[in-house]
């Protein structure tokens, strides 16, 4: 029986991608510090440690006790935008911690490490992005990834470590963490409406992206171990068909039966156009029906009106605050304001720091 560790299985993508190798008859084990994730995103039958991927004598224990056959990395602070201003914090989390992972993998023998990465990896150009296009990232989050894919390539070459890499782009579902701020428009626009409040847009509104929903994304990631054409490739997932953001918060209002309230807030240094080809996946994985976005979106918010809104967390360690997107730095500045005062009360507990 094969046993996976998934890092990150308490957050969104990695619950699941837990629940899908639950089914195939995995046995699971989810290591998550509950940072982003919430307990109850955990499926039944995995077995649940809170930890972190930057504790190494952490993952040495896991692996002695488990020894895992798969390793399933989906643990990351992927705030693509803000990454610039939290560079620190971003590489420990999504560069050191993946490298002590790798270092049990290879130590361990585990037959296959399979890593979400982005298509922030390549940056601006021309799309559809395809893997063959030399990857030029753009902020620090994009930059952390691609270093962690490179590392995965030469720990095959020197090591034999066996690896699928997935360049996923703006997913969206259930169990997503709405009260996120910095990351996920779609769940940010769900919040904010659920909250009466308007949707937020940096910017015109034009930017292209094709919005993809978990369905099309954790099943190819479960199963990739088991298909010998994946191992040592990566694979760009995702929709195919891009929408605006305009075109989205009309759309978001629409399932949710809301009136389409827009901010336009000022522009932020950002990718224009984002969305990529598909065909390298189709012929590994088989050619799937899609869920469109009206689908997608309506299944979303069934799960978030039974849920209700989360309060938007704040990312109080801002390591730069230079030419930070205006909004986000007035809340920075309230913060810093407030820790100054004396016997000032205790800030948002949920903020993410993961």
């Not at 699941?16 to 190798?21: D, T």
């Not at 950002?270 to 009206?294: C, I, M, T, W, Y």
């Not at 109080?316 to 007035?330: C, D, F, G, K, T």
């Amino acid at each position: 029986m094969p046993i996976s560790l998934v890092t990150g299985g308490a957050g969104f993508m990695g619950s699941h991608v837990a629940e899908h190798l639950l089914k195939a008859g995995d046995q699971v084990v989810v290591l998550d510090d509950l940072s982003g994730g919430f307990i109850d995103n955990v499926p039944t039958g995995a077995a649940f440690v809170k930890g972190s991927i930057l504790d190494h004598q952490l993952l040495k224990s896991l692996f002695d006790k488990y020894q895992f056959t798969h390793v399933f990395h989906l643990a990351a602070y992927a705030a693509e935008g803000l990454s610039h201003f939290i560079k620190r914090f971003n590489y420990l989390n999504n560069l050191v911690g993946s490298v002590n992972l790798i270092n049990e993998s290879i130590n361990h023998d585990v037959k296959c490490f399979v890593f979400t990465s982005s298509i922030a990896v390549y940056g601006a150009g021309q799309t559809p992005l395809t893997e063959k296009m030399p990857p030029v990232p753009e902020d620090s989050y994009g930059i952390a990834k691609l270093a962690v894919e490179q590392e995965l390539r030469v720990s095959h070459e020197m090591f034999g470590l066996e690896y699928v890499i997935f360049r996923p782009h703006n997913v969206y579902g259930e169990r997503q963490n709405i009260g996120d701020r910095y990351r996920n428009v779609v769940g940010i626009f769900m919040n904010q409406l659920l909250k009466s409040e308007p949707m937020t847009i940096f910017g015109d509104g034009t930017q292209q992206r094709a919005f993809t929903h978990i369905d099309d994304v954790a099943p190819l990631i479960a199963v990739s171990p088991n298909l010998a054409d994946a191992r040592n490739q990566i694979f760009n997932i995702g929709a195919d068909v891009p929408y605006t953001v305009n075109e989205l918060a009309s759309c978001v209002a629409s399932v949710l039966n809301k009136e389409c309230r827009t901010q336009h807030l000022a522009p932020r240094n950002e990718v224009k156009l984002a969305f990529s080809d598909h065909a390298k996946a189709e012929r590994v994985f088989g050619v799937r029906n899609k869920v469109p976005l009206l689908d997608g979106l309506q299944a979303m918010a069934q799960w978030v009106n039974a849920h209700g809104a989360r309060e938007s967390s704040v990312f109080e360690n801002i390591e730069v605050a230079r030419n930070m997107p205006p909004s986000w730095a007035a809340i920075t500045r309230a913060i810093d304001n407030i820790s100054r005062t004396p016997f000032s009360p205790v800030r948002d507990s949920n903020a993410q720091l993961a």
